[in-house]
């Protein structure tokens, strides 16, 4: 069975830090997609950044990059310089063709000023 | 649209009744989802359309859960005789292309369904 681990329930940090959200999936597949989700309060999911497994090169979103680690089944998010606005729940999330995703518990992250 | 929309936002229910989750997905996405999170949790998948055909329905709890989606936009999740267990936000997402590509899924506000 394909699953996704979030091991960080909670996590706060001081504006501006840089911050690292965890995350390991477990999969028999070689192609794949990952993704990085980001609820507010407002209950919207929305996408922060997505890997292809076939590509070896990180995926960077302005201050959001990962570090895709394909034989350690790992892709953990950076958050450079962070802003309150980036206060939310994050969801880690695979899929292998069909676009069935499936999720991590999230990460609560809190960014205090 | 613009965006997905949900409609109720809050629905509040007594055990027993039946309700009805709609979904507007973003006008030409073909692929469309259903999932639900319960509280402090994850996203679990429900169904998924293809059109107004849902090649997986695997997600659904039980068979008070249905679904349908008609004119390849608009779908309704119908809840038959809900339980407690059932509360939760019910989140829909809407892709561009079929099955064969992993396209963003862009999501809806969600609906809160509270069942006393």
């Known amino acids: 069975a394909q699953t996704v681990t979030q091991s960080q329930p909670e996590m706060s940090v001081q504006e501006a830090e840089t911050v690292t959200l965890s995350c390991t999936y477990d999969?028999?597949?070689?192609?794949?997609?990952l993704f990085w989700y980001k609820q507010p309060p407002s209950r919207q999911m929305i996408l922060v950044i997505r890997?292809?497994?076939?590509k070896q090169q990180n995926a960077t979103e302005n201050r959001f990059s990962v570090n895709f680690q394909k034989a350690a089944k790992s892709f953990s998010l950076k958050i450079s310089d962070s802003q309150l606005g980036d206060t939310a729940m994050y969801f880690c999330a695979f899929t292998h063709l069909p676009n069935q995703l499936i999720w991590g518990a999230g990460t609560k992250l809190i960014i205090k000023p | 649209g613009a965006g997905v929309s949900q409609s109720p936002s809050n629905k509040v229910t007594e055990k027993g009744k039946d309700v009805e989750l709609r979904c507007d997905p973003i006008s030409g996405h073909t692929a469309l989802y259903w999932y639900r999170q319960r509280l402090g949790q994850g996203l679990e998948f429900l169904i998924y359309f293809q059109g107004n055909s849902a090649p997986d329905k695997s997600g659904l709890p039980s068979d008070r859960f249905s679904a349908e989606r008609t004119g390849e936009s608009v779908s309704t999740l119908t809840i038959q005789r809900t339980q407690q267990e059932d509360s939760a936000v019910y989140l829909c997402a809407s892709t561009e292309q079929a099955s064969g590509s992993a396209d963003t899924q862009y999501f809806g506000p969600g609906t809160r369904l509270t069942v006393l």
């Open positions: 999969t028999s597949e070689n192609n794949y997609y």
């Open positions: 890997q292809e497994a076939y």
